[in-house]
């Protein structure tokens, strides 16, 4: 068959991760960007003005039209994309439901960029979930593009890669994904244009769901294992955060007191089979706290109304006059209520 010059490409995406993929099928010969598709402006940061997207930040400073309806379901709105003529909708993390006659519109293909190993992870927080239920040695994650059909991340698949979750935080890994996603997507999209793509259809019987993370999810429970502990904290960096609350005892010249801490990813230690889960000791230097196998060396901590510091700076400031040895206990900030 005769090698098709352009694709006609609406772009839908909104966050950072969509916006890796915008600039990947910009830079792409074969791709005609007509239109992109951004969730409306939010308020933002202390001030709560709206601020655009990511997406929409990219598409303005590549000159591409923005559209930025708040539902897809009218028939206004479907009228304005169809006059796009796409052949594919490219979408990424937009954030909006796509009725079935949007679905129909384009003429290859609707596809999107899912951020797991499909059919696990569907849902809103793919990556996060990746990496707090990744505590076990040689756990991957990985891009999905799928054909999109009516039920939520559930359709055939065309092309699937994958990486290990290794010390990533969900910050890191979503950076790694967004790359590795605009890359086959594009692979995908040539596919199509050039009639061999193949979509799979998913395994029902193996699907999981990737509930959209609350702060409640960064409570740590210091009873589970160390690895268990670490996943969990580099899942919830850099947010909702990690959280724990140090309940310190009295010493020299040390009053008792607690801590909200905010707990950045830090260093599994040797076992703590002596000491209850949850046990807090340092050594002038560090603090660890015991898990409910090892020991766990915290990093960087940010108590409650400050700026992220080393632990050592917070031996040297507040905790000046802390005891050595085993001094308190670490608990859930809903154990401390």
């Known amino acids: 068959m005769a090698q098709e010059k352009d694709c006609r490409i609406v772009f839908m995406g909104t966050p950072g991760f969509a916006a890796a993929s915008l600039k990947r099928l910009a830079a792409w010969p074969r791709a005609r960007i007509v239109a992109v598709y951004t969730q409306p402006d939010r308020p933002a940061g202390r001030g709560q003005k709206l601020a655009m997207s990511a997406?929409?930040?990219?598409?303005?400073?590549?000159?591409?039209?923005?559209?930025?309806?708040?539902?897809l379901k009218g028939a206004e709105a479907q009228a304005e994309l169809a006059a796009f003529r796409p052949d594919v909708l490219a979408v990424a993390a937009y954030g909006l439901i796509l009725p079935d006659a949007v679905l129909d519109m384009p003429r290859l293909a609707p596809v999107n960029v899912?951020?797991?190993?499909?059919?696990?992870?569907?849902?809103?927080?793919?990556?996060?979930?990746?990496?707090?239920?990744?505590?076990?040695?040689?756990?991957?994650?990985?891009i999905s593009i799928m054909r999109i059909g009516s039920r939520l991340d559930a359709g055939p698949v065309y092309a699937m890669s994958d990486t290990l979750i290794g010390e990533h935080t969900s910050g890191s890994l979503h950076d790694?994904?967004?790359?590795?996603?605009?890359?086959?997507?594009?692979?995908?999209?040539?596919?199509?244009?050039?009639?061999r793509a193949v979509a799979v259809e998913q395994d029902e019987s193996l699907a999981t769901h990737a509930?959209?993370?609350?702060?409640?999810d960064g409570y740590i429970n210091w009873t589970r294992s160390a690895a268990e502990v670490h996943a969990q904290i580099r899942g919830v960096t850099p947010k909702p955060g990690a959280r724990t609350v140090l309940h310190l005892?009295?010493?020299?010249?040390?009053?008792?007191?607690?801590?909200?801490?905010?707990v950045s990813p830090g260093t599994i230690g040797e076992p703590a089979a002596d000491s209850a889960?949850?046990?807090?000791?340092?050594?002038?230097?560090?603090?660890?706290?015991?898990c409910g196998?090892?020991?766990?060396?915290?990093?960087?901590?940010?108590?409650?109304?400050?700026?992220?510091?080393?632990?050592r700076d917070l031996l040297n400031g507040s905790l000046k006059n802390l005891p050595q040895g085993v001094c308190g206990e670490a608990r859930s900030p809903e154990e401390s209520l």
Do not use: N
């Open 176 to 195: 790694a994904l967004a790359q590795m996603g605009a890359e086959l997507l594009v692979a995908v999209l040539d596919d199509l244009m050039e009639g």
């Open 249 to 262: 005892d009295a010493g020299t010249d040390f009053a008792a007191q607690s801590m909200p801490l905010i």
């Open 55 to 71: 997406v929409k930040k990219l598409a303005l400073e590549l000159g591409i039209p923005v559209c930025q309806p708040a539902s």
């Open 293 to 311: 196998d090892l020991w766990y060396a915290l990093g960087m901590v940010r108590p409650e109304g400050r700026k992220d510091m080393p632990v």
């Open 277 to 290: 889960p949850g046990s807090v000791r340092h050594d002038g230097q560090g603090i660890s706290i015991a």
């Open 114 to 142: 899912h951020a797991s190993i499909l059919p696990g992870l569907r849902g809103a927080a793919p990556i996060q979930r990746a990496v707090m239920e990744g505590w076990q040695p040689g756990a991957r994650a990985g």
């Open 211 to 216: 509930a959209k993370l609350g702060k409640r």
